[in-house]
């Protein structure tokens, strides 16, 4: 027995068991999610960002809620965003993968179908003989991605009957394309031969089942590419991460909630539809508009995810002050949040990232669960790392916090006599 | 798919996901492990041996490193060194399973090949009708166990052609027989009826493919007995723990580490060398020593464990001064170690062995990392039982220490978008 056949750790939420617990109640969860919250400790003071921050709200919080550090995927791992959401969700991120071009059609929004198959295109650059001369084609701007796609779509291009397709530009050279029909399998290499001097690769099956789904991709791309064959320096393209909807576990069958996301960043909201969330329409910017977001739904959800993005931004930017910033923000918008009245909030980050590193990284998560009703008070003074390290929680992992959750809004039944 | 068939946690590193995620990097990691570290608090002084323990340099490591607590293991279960190593090395020691002819194979230093079978054996007195009438011949010393292993292998006994048989002598009554040879299968129920009055068993094979290897050790056992008829009181032998090399990952490949072993004990190089590390030759008796033999491969490997194997033998004598002064003995020595710069620095025991229990137990293990370039500090004061249980790593698994370790060595990609 191989060591990759046994290796079947879950770190996801016991769907089943909690199918059988789960009860109706009027109890209101909000996920507070600061995106690479965790950071590390600056030689100066001492003094993560988070802890350096000036933030009374989330330190009364603290002193009246208990505090915890998860890993969001494993220990030692470093998350990415796409992952380390779906383990605060409650699934496990190594099991249920989210293909690149899955990923890239809800980044940008895209309502995604169960009949659809999308990849992520790169626009490239080739010579006078078709080999690639340049897989980035000069990196052009998004303004240019945007004209080609436009070009491409007015081309009216069919493939099959039935078969519908779109194509939407992403970022400079990036832009998705989805096609939506019956039986599309995704299980397709690459066309991308990831080097210059040779013509893109033909769309290959990977099995039987997914031939189909490549001839119609290549049909495609052959069209598509003779539609910009005189443009410049834009004159050809790649498609990688052929997936489809990964069919993921909705958060109403699973947890008996009706969710809602608000979130700045498409990304996030495309993460969260995929788990069942409801893309709540809203134009923030602020955390303090996405709270006043939050206020006009209250009445019409059970659950929602807050999403504030800059902390992870000014992260990886490597600026500790502007990072606790973004923190003191949250905390000075955290009044409007809390007059609503959840029943239970819990505010934590989807990884950490730490100014130093300008990266993502591996290192455990604060978490703090606040619900007045139920929680055991840990005698925390503060919202911090190391506050969270010694917390009542314990090291737990992400897919912990929504049974959690669910069991201090009482929406959890005893299991067992 | 069901959650029961899914949910299956394991307690060993991902391998699978390593691998996906490992890439090269020239960072060097040490493993330092006191064997049995862990303690009870003395009720004079409410402190345990490390807690006692003058440690300048573990203390000064704690505060500039990351404190926890593992269970090599799992909770509750007391592990044997064999293990406890395996869970360290990210190995789960449940489903790697080590069969005790490989142990004291290895446990001897014997350089096993996948075509060996392995076998512990007992010399034990048979009466004139054959039958045991001690099972462990009135408990040999060692020198009569090597008499007659001596006189066994002047015997050159043959069992078939292409087909080798070593024997060596291992404690008292105790030696070890591998035969070597092509499709050879451990499969086999042990000799040894566990108890008096009634003749050695023969070696019955429990599957087709193991009844060969049956049928040649039943040859072996019946010629050597005949060579040692005349002896007293060892006239006879049962063989047990009939296994195979486990065929471990290896280091180089799930982890991308060239390692090596710097350890006393032959057991542990023998585990060490199972999962692929160089065992290194030295001559060396103290922890200085071990470091000193370090310091002359430092440019050899990115990964050493350096195993102290004492503070386990006078935790299993009962003395708790003895254990405290070895790990003295480890402090005073950290200066010869620290001054190779190992980018990562982990410390830990394979198991806990209080003095008090003088024995194995299943309390959680001390733990430390050291980093400089990327740990969080934990605000520890210095290394021990109690400030590891309130250290920033948390409570985690043996397993997971492996992929922290490779993390802060810079050794671990991000996983997912």
Same mark, same amino acid.
């Given at each position: ?25 009027? &109890? ?24 350096? +921050? ?73 010579? =006078? ?23 491409? #779509? ?32 995704? #299980? ?95 134009? =923030? ?13 209250? #009445? ?31 905390? +000075? ?19 950490? &990232? ?40 314990? &090291? ?22």
């Amino acid at each position: 027995m191989s060591a990759d056949s046994f290796y079947n750790p879950s770190r996801m939420s016991n769907f089943a068991l909690l199918k059988d617990l789960i009860q109706p109640a009027k &109890t209101k969860i909000v996920l507070l999610v600061m995106d690479g919250l965790g950071g590390l400790p600056r030689a100066s003071d001492d003094q993560t960002e988070l802890e350096a +921050a000036h933030t009374p709200n989330l330190d009364r919080l603290a002193r009246e809620g208990c505090l915890g550090q998860h890993y969001p995927v494993d220990v030692g791992i470093t998350s990415g965003s796409g992952p380390g959401h779906l383990g605060l969700f409650g699934y496990d991120p190594i099991h249920y993968e989210i293909g690149r071009g899955v990923l890239e059609a809800v980044g940008i929004g895209f309502p995604l179908t169960g009949r659809d198959v999308c990849a992520r295109g790169n626009f490239c650059s080739l010579d =006078a003989q078709g080999n690639i001369s340049d897989r980035r084609a000069g990196r052009i701007p998004t303004s240019t991605c945007e004209a080609l796609v436009k070009k491409i #779509n007015a081309a009216n291009i069919k493939v099959a009957d039935g078969v519908e397709i779109f194509v939407e530009p992403v970022q400079d050279y990036r832009f998705v394309v989805v096609m939506r029909g019956d039986g599309l399998q995704a #299980n397709i290499d690459e066309t991308d031969p990831q080097r210059t001097g040779v013509p893109p690769l033909t769309a290959l099956a990977r099995d039987a089942a997914s031939e189909r789904t490549a001839a119609l991709f290549n049909s495609w791309i052959k069209q598509a590419t003779a539609v910009i064959a005189n443009d410049h320096p834009a004159n050809g393209m790649t498609l990688r991460g052929f997936a489809s909807d990964p069919a993921l576990p909705k958060y109403k069958d699973v947890y008996g909630l009706n969710a809602g996301v608000i979130a700045v960043y498409p990304m996030y909201r495309g993460v969260s539809s995929l788990v069942g969330m409801d893309v709540i329409p809203h134009h =923030a910017h602020s955390v303090a508009e996405e709270f006043e977001t939050a206020a006009t739904v209250w #009445n019409d959800y059970d659950f929602l995810f807050i999403h504030v993005k800059y902390t992870d931004s000014r992260g990886e930017d490597g600026n500790f002050d502007a990072k606790a910033k973004v923190i003191e923000e949250v905390d +000075a918008a955290l009044p409007g949040l809390m007059g609503l009245k959840p029943d239970v909030l819990v505010v934590t980050g989807d990884h950490s &990232t730490p100014s130093q590193l300008k990266a993502h990284s591996w290192h455990p998560v604060p978490l703090m669960i606040w619900a007045p009703a139920t929680v055991r008070r840990d005698r925390s003074e503060s919202f911090g790392e190391r506050a969270c390290a010694h917390g009542g929680l314990g &090291t737990i992992h992400a897919a912990d916090i929504m049974p959690l959750a669910l069991a201090h809004a009482g929406r959890l039944a005893k299991y067992g006599a």
